[in-house]
């Protein structure tokens, strides 16, 4: 049998290149720079100098090539380092190379070379920081790196060179404007500009696919927190494929014949990556839509959305606050959905028989303040995702396939990451020894679409908002005083009319058996109050 190397490729330190400014224009640029290296120049680097190369999969910031000889793959490897470091100047990609061994299957050996890839600690080449002296001025953008030109354009600015090449990147999206129109806003290049510089599956490619005529985007996530209801917030969802690596065991199960095993992931791949894409911009466009602004003097079609990431099965993405948990939703339905269709499509390898369901993808939605650092709504959007995958891999254990959804609400500023607040401030043991949890959190996709309608059935029947608000910081109070409180907030709204015995909000006092908690037997109680009080003035009609 003939020796076979693969390598794998992972983009790492994402939330550092992304938004090492806080400018969403430095952020946009990244990404284009980062999906064009991962989706196109790769590959144009291979067909330019490694033809034997077979290339399984590029895409969503990861990828896997197979080559016949260590010396080509290590070849590969370099040059590629080298194209990401003249392409980019700081972004970081975990480049690893592994023999198949004899008698291993396809798939393992791709476990093996991601796993080496997430450990390794070699594929840094970021620049170091220069904030300051006598002869140098620091990046107006990132503040990180020593300015090297004047950019004019939404003011002067000083950029070094990792922040111009992501500025240059992201002018290269728009259309051209005709002489005196000068440079911004500018609407969406058209489709054909687009594929050409960037390919098929790239997400604003995909975009213009949906869209008839032009289409002009945010130029910073202040545009996007001016479309919320209540105005200046925005929501941060950050989405991810449950159990993949599990799906890829199960392909090298089915497929034991290493050819088949290929064909079978780089159908995989593509699957999630193109169910990524589409989810996303249909849940945009049917829940955000497009709207309608006054642009350079003219009424012109506009969505008020940023698509930070989406390939793979990643999703990064920030909308107005009010429509933040009806888009995540929307795309998880959407995801499974397609994934389904698109695998059953594609019978001749029988996937739909490996995850008959489809695939699911769980996602952390925080809806904060349009000035919130966006690389923090990440970190935080990233936890909460972790604790609502952990509820969908519960709930697969039980041969429940569904997607789920954590969420939070910032009020004001906080560093504290959501599992250890959820674990200090919503959980504690009452004097009898129950545990009680002031959160339903997170939530299924049915369950959270339950919820939302509920918020809006409660909101359609005027149940008074002050009296549900009251209820947030009673929760918090010992057991025993939360439960005397809360009962004289429910009298004094039946007194006066507010609690008719067909309201939602008395459905919901009905449900919570031991009100204002709800006993889930076995010493837990919980509550939802804590969500929908949060949420309320977020949930529109």
């Known amino acids: 049998m003939a020796k076979t190397f693969l390598v794998a490729i992972e983009t790492q330190k994402v939330k550092s290149y992304l938004f090492a400014s806080p400018f969403m224009r430095e952020t946009r640029g990244a990404s284009l720079l980062l999906d064009m290296l991962n989706r196109k120049k790769t590959e144009e680097l291979l067909k330019k100098e490694f033809p034997g190369a077979e290339n399984i999969y590029l895409g969503g910031g990861s990828g896997r090539i197979e080559f016949c000889s260590r010396e080509d793959a290590e070849s590969f490897k370099n040059k590629l380092l080298d194209m990401y470091r003249q392409e980019t100047e700081n972004a970081r990609i975990a480049v690893q190379v592994v023999e198949q061994k004899p008698g291993e299957l396809f798939t393992d050996a791709v476990s093996r070379a991601v796993e080496l890839c997430r450990k390794s600690k070699f594929s840094s080449f970021e620049g170091k920081s220069v904030t300051g002296g006598r002869w140098i001025r620091p990046c107006s953008s990132c503040g990180r790196q020593p300015a090297m030109k004047v950019y004019h354009e939404f003011g002067k600015h000083l950029l070094c060179h990792s922040c111009l090449k992501k500025r240059n990147e992201v002018n290269k999206l728009y259309a051209d404007t005709k002489p005196g129109e000068g440079l911004t806003p500018r609407p969406l290049a058209p489709k054909e500009k687009l594929k050409k510089r960037y390919g098929n599956d790239f997400i604003f490619t995909t975009l213009s696919e949906y869209i008839e005529g032009e289409l002009f985007l945010p130029q910073d996530f202040d545009d996007i927190g001016a479309c919320s209801s209540p105005a200046n917030y925005m929501g941060f969802i950050y989405a991810d494929g449950d159990r993949m690596g599990e799906h890829v065991k199960k392909l090298g199960k089915k ?91 594609n019978s001749d390898l029988s996937l739909h028989k490996v995850f008959p369901q489809g695939l699911t993808a769980s996602a952390g939605v925080v809806i904060a303040h349009r000035q919130y650092p966006a690389s923090e709504l990440m970190t935080m959007a990233g936890e909460l995702m972790k604790m609502a995958k952990k509820k969908a891999a519960d709930l697969a254990k039980q041969g429940i396939i569904t997607s789920a959804l954590d969420f939070i609400v910032l009020s004001e500023a906080s560093s504290e990451p959501p599992k250890e607040r959820r674990d200090e401030e919503y959980t504690s043991t009452s004097a009898s020894g129950k545990t009680i949890i002031l959160t339903e959190r997170p939530y299924t996709v049915l369950e959270c679409k339950k919820r939302l309608q509920w918020i809006r059935d409660a909101q359609k029947s005027g149940a008074p908002k002050t009296k549900i608000k009251a209820l947030y910081p009673v929760i918090f109070k010992q057991q025993m005083v939360a439960q005397y409180e809360a009962l004289s907030i429910k009298e004094r709204l039946k007194k006066t009319g507010n609690l008719p015995e067909d309201s939602p909000l008395n459905e919901l006092f009905t449900e919570l058996n031991a009100f204002p908690y709800r006993d889930k037997g076995n010493g837990v109680w919980t509550t939802p109050l804590s969500e929908i009080a949060e949420l309320y003035d977020f949930i529109k009609p």
């Open 255 to 345: 497929f034991r014949n290493d050819a088949n095993a290929k064909e079978a992931y780089k159908l995989f791949s593509k699957i999630t990556d193109k169910a990524t894409r589409h989810a996303a911009i249909e849940a945009v466009l049917s829940i955000v839509g497009i709207q309608h602004k006054n642009i350079n003097g003219k009424t012109r079609p506009y969505l008020p959305a940023e698509f930070i990431m989406a390939g793979g099965d990643d999703l990064m993405l920030v909308v107005p606050a009010h429509h933040a948990l009806d888009v995540a939703v929307r795309f998880m339905e959407l995801f499974q959905e397609k994934t389904k269709y698109l695998a059953n499509e």
